[in-house]
């Protein structure tokens, strides 16, 4: 039997920030005030991460420039991982770099091939303060290494290279999100 509250059912769906909003293309601050207001933002990511059916979501990606990420991703062997870290740094990145799709809720409707390792690592704490580590391999690890990204203000398509930058920059263009969307 479950023991404790399934992520995202008190929370509130809020609004997704899209890409050319300068939230998503700044840093963000630490963590410093932990409590109810944390809780709450915790409970709200999920509900809004569930609500647009992605795998994970960073707080900047609903106006919040605040290190915090939730997550319910699976990795390649099909393990559930569902959690949510503040202040999360990747400290590991290695093994084999892999060329996959990659898609984004701030990107709605696109994806492109990104370069990730295979492997990743994030430290941080919980919303109780309490010391966390969290190792991902596979898809799990690509989703670790994207919302660490956004977090220090790139998103995907900043990593996207050549004939792939061209086509998901012409795909954006062609969005109803995307009018001055892209940078430079």
């Not at 990606?61 to 991703?73: A, E, H, L, M, S």
Request: hydrophobic residues 40%; charged residues 25%.
């Amino acid at each position: 039997m479950r023991q404790r509250p399934i992520p995202g059912t008190t929370g509130i769906v809020r609004t997704m920030s899209l890409l050319g909003d300068p939230v998503l293309h700044s840093a963000c601050a630490e963590v410093t005030e932990f409590g109810p207001e944390l809780d709450r933002l915790i409970e709200d990511m999920f509900a809004t991460m569930y609500a647009a059916q992605g795998v994970g979501l960073a707080a900047n990606q609903i106006g919040v420039g605040q290190r915090v990420f939730v997550y319910d991703c699976p990795d390649d062997e099909d393990v559930r991982h569902v959690g949510h870290i503040v202040n999360p740094r990747l400290v590991e990145a290695d093994g084999v770099e892999f060329l996959g799709p990659e898609g984004c809720l701030s990107l709605p409707g696109l994806e492109a091939g990104t370069a990730r390792f295979d492997r990743a690592v994030v430290e941080g704490v919980t919303s109780d303060g309490a010391a966390l580590r969290i190792e991902g391999t596979g898809f799990f690890a690509r989703c670790l290494q994207h919302e660490c990204d956004h977090l220090g203000g790139t998103v995907y398509a900043d990593r996207v290279t050549g004939l792939r930058a061209r086509r998901l920059r012409r795909a954006i263009r062609k969005t109803s999100w995307g009018a001055g969307a892209l940078r430079g």
